[in-house]
């Protein structure tokens, strides 16, 4: 009795008799299903992109395609990058990179940076990582960051660091496209020149 009297009162209150408010709380109920159904849609799509892409399953904790993100550094290896992505898989944080080119598989440069962000999110979180995922030619390739890919990033780093510090940079190929876009020209004294 107390609860249908307080049930009127609210009928009353919003002006409108009880016919007119089920009907009302029937299309409320229908927006929130719809809303869930586009939800669940959204969802969906958004894991069926991600695999397509291959980004393993788990929670994207970084991104910087859509939108810049921060840099990540580490001072510990006084490395600094931007990996594309960077997905909590199970206990580990993995970084994916997302490249496209010429060739069938993956260039060792691509794979070396992939290990730099490897060691920068070890650094950073304190966390072991043991792989890291980079999309060629949107081809998954889950790289280990293994001991051999390690002691290469160790010794890579230490050639081009010694580089640096006696101001003695070789270049290392011979394709004009890499000389002309690439963002170190301007101090660069060994650019390939166009032939006539």
């Known amino acids: ?67 810049p993100a921060e840099p990540l550094l580490s001072k510990h290896s006084r490395l600094i990058g931007k990996p594309d992505y960077i997905v909590r898989k ?23 940076q992939l290990a730099v962000y490897c060691q920068i999110l070890e650094d950073v979180s304190g966390v072991f990582v043991p792989e890291g995922i980079l999309v060629y030619n949107n081809v998954p390739y889950t790289i280990p960051f293994d001991p051999k890919l390690r002691f290469e990033l160790e010794s890579v780093m230490k050639t081009m660091r010694a580089s640096l510090r006696n101001d003695v940079v070789q270049r290392n190929h011979q394709d004009l496209a890499r000389c002309r876009y690439c963002s170190m020209k301007r101090y660069c004294t060994d650019l390939v020149r166009e032939k006539h």
């Open 1 to 67: 009795m107390v609860l249908w009297y307080y049930a009127s009162r609210f009928f009353w209150f919003f002006g409108g008799d009880f016919i007119e408010l089920l009907f009302v709380g029937i299309l409320l109920i229908i927006g929130a299903v719809v809303l869930f159904v586009y939800a669940a849609r959204m969802f969906f799509s958004v894991r069926e992109e991600k695999k397509s892409f291959g980004i393993p399953d788990g929670r994207i904790l970084y991104s910087d395609l859509n939108v």
């Open 90 to 112: 199970e206990k580990h944080c993995i970084p994916v990179e997302i490249k496209s080119g010429g060739g069938l598989h993956p260039h060792e440069s691509q794979v070396l």
